[in-house]
């Protein structure tokens, strides 16, 4: 079956750190670009990081700029993101999602890993 | 980069056309034919319902469809039926640092 499973999520206190993770399975992974998209309790949806299929590019939200970390294991089929410096206005569920070969829009979504940054 | 602009709710009875509006800018939905929209159930994740302005992937209703002018795309949903009920999100490519930008979302209520 082809799916995206997020883990990691918890919480954290404001400064802390959070590694997340995405096991991808059904499909090649190391052929897409993965992202990370997240919701703040309410809100909508934002986009966090990209990471291209062989990691040479990653970009980063203005947001998480210099505090989050998004890497890749295409031999582990894993996306990952490290989350240091958190902090309360990160509270949201981060979800894991597959970008499209041909074209920019997120065709595979996983089901979301709740992150909450509260002392 | 802020968010694309999107009406808060939308309502319809069941089998009347709605239409959902997602206006950006020229770096954004004007500038590319990259808008896609997504259908999220409360709870649940995002599904791909519209890419690339007008296109709908396998296995979503014909009963869904997109367009673009100028800086404004829009998703049109007839037939309304009662599993419509959800949250909509439009999403566009950027020229920007933020690379992808979404809508502010709109509740689409079924009466």
């Known amino acids: 079956e082809v799916q995206l499973v997020e883990s990691g999520g918890g919480l954290v206190k404001p400064g802390g750190s959070l590694r997340l993770s995405c096991a991808a399975s059904g499909f090649t992974f190391s052929s897409y670009s993965m992202n990370w998209v997240r919701q703040a309790p309410g809100k909508g949806l934002e986009w966090v990081s990209s990471i291209s299929s062989s990691s040479s590019y990653i970009y980063y939200a203005d947001s998480v700029k210099g505090r989050f970390t998004i890497s890749r294991d295409n031999a582990k089929n894993s996306l990952y993101l490290q989350m240091n410096s958190l902090r309360a206005e990160d509270t949201a569920v981060y979800y894991c999602?597959?970008?499209?070969?041909?074209?920019?829009?997120?065709?595979?979504w996983g089901r979301g890993t709740l992150v909450t940054v509260s002392s | 980069q802020s968010a694309l602009t999107q009406p808060a709710s939308v309502s319809g009875s069941p089998g009347q056309s709605i239409t959902i509006s997602c206006t950006g800018t020229s770096s954004d939905v004007g500038g590319y034919n990259y808008v896609s929209w997504y259908q999220q159930h409360p709870g649940k994740a995002p599904k791909l319902m519209i890419y690339?302005?007008?296109n709908r992937p396998s296995g979503v209703s014909n009963r869904f469809s997109g367009s673009k002018s100028g800086n404004t795309a829009s998703l049109t949903i007839s037939g309304l039926q009662a599993e419509d009920e959800a949250d909509y999100y439009c999403?566009?490519?950027?020229?920007?640092?933020?690379?992808?930008?979404f809508g502010t979302g709109t509740k689409v209520t079924v009466l």
């Open positions: 690339d302005v007008s």
């Open positions: 999602a597959r970008r499209t070969v041909t074209s920019q829009y997120f065709d595979l």
């Open positions: 999403s566009s490519y950027t020229s920007s640092s933020t690379f992808y930008v």
